[in-house]
T-cell receptor, first 114, second 110 residues
Framework: EAGVVQSPRYKIIEKKQPVAFWCNPI?????LYWYLQNLGQGPELLIR??????VDDSQLPKDRFSAERLKGVDSTLKIQPAELGDSAVYLC?????WGDGEQYFGPGTRLTVT | QKEVEQNSGPLSVPEGAIASLNCTYS??????FFWYRQYSGKSPELIMS????GDKEDGRFTAQLNKASQYVSLLIRDSQPSDSATYLC??????????FGQGTELSVKP
């Protein structure tokens, strides 16, 4: 069974530029999560999708971040414009359903904003 | 107070020893607890889940849960250099969000 796929793996951009990350969850997983992980910290939830509906985006900085999950499968997270403080690893995870506990993480996208 | 707290370490143990990793949580309503392993530059990988008070063993790993004390631990027996990684404790809060601790860095010395 294929795991969670993310691309790109690495991205370097200048501040004020836009950037987008893509995630394809494990087949059949209804719940998709985007996390942000800073160095030396645990992942922090940005947004959770149940199928195509964003049901928890309370931690998403909506002035510059947006996300979508069309057709309830793969998802895109966008930052526009990027700031220096956005440099981090962006992780996508999926689980069969919300509250099932076990979340499976993709390899992440390491973003560097210069 | 952070919802899930861990000692950041680093924790250093000799090869073959028992490594003990600890975690406390603040939300008394939490019911599900997880240990993830994260190698440097890699993503978190689930290694143990525990839902009931007591011990749960899986190979060299034992998770322990004490809900009264709001305490979760992970024991790694016969530690190997390949166990060197950061171990993340996580639990669902009552709002249904998976909250991670900051992780404990484990170093197993040959």
């Amino acid at each position: 069974e294929a795991g969670v796929v993310q691309s790109p793996r690495y991205k370097i951009i200048e501040k004020k530029q836009p950037v987008a990350f893509w995630c394809n969850p494990i087949s059949g997983h209804n719940t998709l999560y985007w996390y942000l992980q800073n160095l030396g910290q645990g992942p922090e939830l940005l947004i959770r999708y149940e199928n195509e509906e964003a049901v928890d985006d309370s931690q998403l900085p909506k002035d510059r971040f947006s996300a979508e999950r069309l057709k309830g499968v793969d998802s895109t997270l966008k930052i526009q414009p990027a700031e220096l403080g956005d440099s981090a690893v962006y992780l996508c995870a999926s689980s069969p359903n919300w509250g099932d506990g076990e979340q499976y993480f993709g390899p992440g996208t390491r973003l560097t904003v210069t | 107070q952070k919802e899930v707290e861990q000692n950041s370490g680093p924790l250093s143990v000799p090869e073959g020893a028992i490594a003990s990793l600890n975690c406390t949580y603040s939300d008394r309503g939490s019911q599900s607890f997880f240990w993830y392993r994260q190698y440097s530059g890699k993503s978190p990988e689930l290694i143990m889940s525990i839902y009931s008070n007591g011990d749960k063993e899986d190979g060299r790993f034992t998770a322990q849960l004490n809900k009264a004390s709001q305490y979760v631990s992970l024991l790694i027996r016969d530690s190997q250099p390949s166990d060197s990684a950061t171990y993340l404790c996580a639990s669902y809060n009552q709002g249904g969000k998976l909250i991670f601790g900051q992780g404990t860095e484990l170093s197993v010395k040959p």
